[in-house]
């Protein structure tokens, strides 16, 4: 069981650069989450999935997408990142108890 | 906006010793809390839990307390060991069935002292 596993672990980029991370959870969990963690800040919510094919904002959405396309998997786009969006990602998986999971987190640098 | 708060940022204890960790939430209608772990470059890791129809839970060397009367949530560490330093946060939801994500507090740097 290797649990909430993310791709890549760092990366850095350009300001209007593309990129996706990707998600992944071996548990059979109906629930998914992506946050984002700035310093000296808890997590923030950008969006999450409820189940196979469904999406939905979170507290911090403006300027990433998401699509959930495969049950264990859950992927978080930025179209056009901008510096603001430097941050460390995370991404959580629950079943109905409401217990999170959590990745190792994604290390973003954008330039 | 409605958020989940810590009272302090920073911690130190010495080693034996018994932490507690405190947190204040301000969203009444929480029923649904959780203290996650948080080590250096890595992701939290799930503690404990509780729900808004207890008071009090205990795991290994872990409490957690809750009063719902002041909206505020403790996490005791009994014997608090060098393994125990790290940042600790307190998250709620206040939905029932997993489909809300977190509302994170700012968290809280344990320092365990030899």
């Known amino acids: 069981n290797a649990g909430v596993t993310q791709t890549p672990k760092f990366r850095v980029l350009k300001t209007g650069q593309s990129m996706t991370l990707l998600c992944a959870q071996d548990?059979?969990?109906?629930?998914m989450y992506w946050y984002r963690q700035d310093p000296g800040m808890g997590l923030r919510l950008i969006h999450y999935?409820?189940?196979?094919?469904?999406?939905a904002k979170g507290e911090v959405p403006d300027g990433y997408n998401v699509s959930r396309l495969k049950k264990q998997n859950f992927l978080l786009g930025l179209e056009s990142a901008a510096p603001s969006q430097t941050s460390v990602y995370f991404c959580?998986?629950?079943?109905?108890?409401?217990?999170?999971?959590f990745g190792p987190g994604t290390r973003l640098t954008v330039l | 906006g409605e958020s989940v708060g810590l009272h302090l940022p920073t911690l130190s204890v010495q080693e034996g010793d018994n932490s507690i960790i405190n947190c204040a939430y301000s969203?009444?209608?929480?029923?649904?809390f959780i203290w996650y772990k948080q080590e250096s470059g890595k992701g939290p890791q799930f503690i404990i839990d509780?729900?808004?129809?207890?008071d009090k839970r205990q795991g290994q060397r872990v409490t957690v307390l809750l009063n719902k009367t002041v909206k505020h949530l403790s996490l005791q560490i009994a014997a608090t060991q060098p393994g125990d330093s790290a940042v600790y946060f307190c998250?709620?939801?206040?939905?029932?069935?997993?489909?809300?994500?977190?509302?994170f507090g700012k968290g809280t740097h344990l320092i365990i002292q030899p």
């Open positions: 999935s409820v189940g196979e094919g469904t999406t």
């Open positions: 959580a998986s629950s079943g109905l108890r409401n217990e999170q999971f």
């Open positions: 548990m059979n969990h109906e629930y």
């Open positions: 998250a709620e939801t206040r939905s029932g069935g997993g489909a809300d994500g977190l509302t």
């Open positions: 969203n009444s209608a929480s029923d649904y």
């Open positions: 509780i729900r808004s129809n207890m």
